[in-house]
C-alpha cells in the first residue's frame, strides 16, 4: 500500500494506491487535520508514505511518525531521473513539484511514436513553465507570481490601486481576454490573467511542435484560453508514483 502525499504552498493534496495507479482513484485536498483523519483509519505498518513537499512542515513529518509509519520517503529533485534530465547545475535547487510534473509529463509520452517535446505549466501559488524535449531533457523554464500573488503584490504594493468591493468576474467566466476591466478589481485581474497567457503563448510559439501539459489550481482557467493545452490535475502525486522505488 503506498501514501502519495503533495504538499503544496496552499494546500496538501493526497492519495492511496494499492498496487497500480490509475486516474479513477480519489484524491483528497485539505489542511494537516483534515489529512490526519485520514491517516486514522491506515494501517501505518503496511504502508509506504512518498513526500513532496515545497512547503515541508516539522508538523507533517512528525504526525507521521507519530502515527506509526516506518516507510516515509521525502523525494528531492535529482540530476536525472525517470528519463527526465535536469538543466539544474545544482539539481536539488529546482522545486520537487516542478521535477515531479515534468517525470509525470514525459513518462506519460514515453509510448508514443511521434515522440513530441512537452512544456508543462503549473498553474498555482507561483506559475511555473518548464520545457522537456523530446529526449526527456530540461530546456529551462520560468517563474512568476500566480493570480492570487500577483493581485496581492499590486494591492498591498501599490499606493494608488487599492481593493474596493467591486464586482469581478470568476473562473471560466473570464471571458475573451480582449476585455478590458471596468473599475479596480477587474483592471488587476483581467490584467494578471493577460500577462499569464502571454507568456505561455510566447512559449508555444517558441516551440509550435511541443505539447502543452497544464496543471495546478487555476489551471482549467488557464487553458480555456489555449486551445491545444491538455489539463492535468495531479500531475505531482503522477510523478510521485513514478519515481516510487
Not at 48 to 63: D, H, R
Not at 190 to 198: K, M
Request: one cysteine or more; a negative charge; proline letters at 2%.
Amino acid at each position: 500500500m503506498y501514501l502519495l502525499i503533495d504538499v503544496g504552498n496552499t494546500r496538501i493534496k493526497w492519495m492511496m494506491i494499492e498496487t497500480s495507479y490509475s486516474d479513477d482513484l480519489t484524491v483528497q485536498s485539505g489542511c494537516i487535520e483534515a489529512l490526519a483523519q485520514t491517516l486514522k483509519n491506515l494501517n501505518a505498518v503496511n504502508t509506504k508514505v512518498l513526500l513532496s513537499a515545497v512547503n515541508q512542515s516539522n508538523g507533517l513529518l512528525e504526525l507521521l511518525r507519530n502515527t506509526g509509519f516506518e516507510q516515509v520517503i521525502s523525494v528531492e529533485s535529482q540530476a536525472y531521473q525517470a528519463g527526465v534530465l535536469s538543466s539544474y547545475e545544482q539539481p536539488e535547487r529546482m522545486g520537487v513539484d516542478r521535477w515531479l510534473a515534468m517525470i509525470a509529463a514525459y513518462q506519460q509520452h514515453t509510448s508514443i511514436a511521434d515522440k513530441q517535446g512537452i512544456i508543462i505549466v503549473d498553474a498555482g501559488s507561483a506559475l511555473t513553465i518548464d520545457v522537456l524535449n523530446p529526449q526527456g531533457v530540461h530546456q529551462g523554464g520560468y517563474i512568476v507570481p500566480g493570480l492570487l500573488m500577483a493581485q496581492s503584490a499590486l494591492f498591498t504594493n501599490t499606493e494608488q490601486v487599492k481593493r474596493y468591493d467591486e464586482p469581478v468576474l470568476a473562473g471560466s467566466q473570464y471571458g475573451k481576454l480582449d476585455k478590458l476591466g471596468n473599475n479596480t478589481l477587474q483592471c488587476v485581474e483581467y490584467g494578471v490573467i493577460n500577462q499569464h497567457v502571454a507568456l505561455i503563448k510566447q512559449v508555444v510559439q517558441q516551440y509550435p511542435e511541443y505539447r502543452i501539459m497544464i496543471t495546478g489550481g487555476d489551471g482549467d482557467m488557464l487553458a480555456s484560453f489555449i486551445p491545444t493545452a491538455i489539463v492535468e490535475k495531479n500531475l505531482v502525486l503522477k510523478g510521485l508514483w513514478q519515481v516510487r522505488n
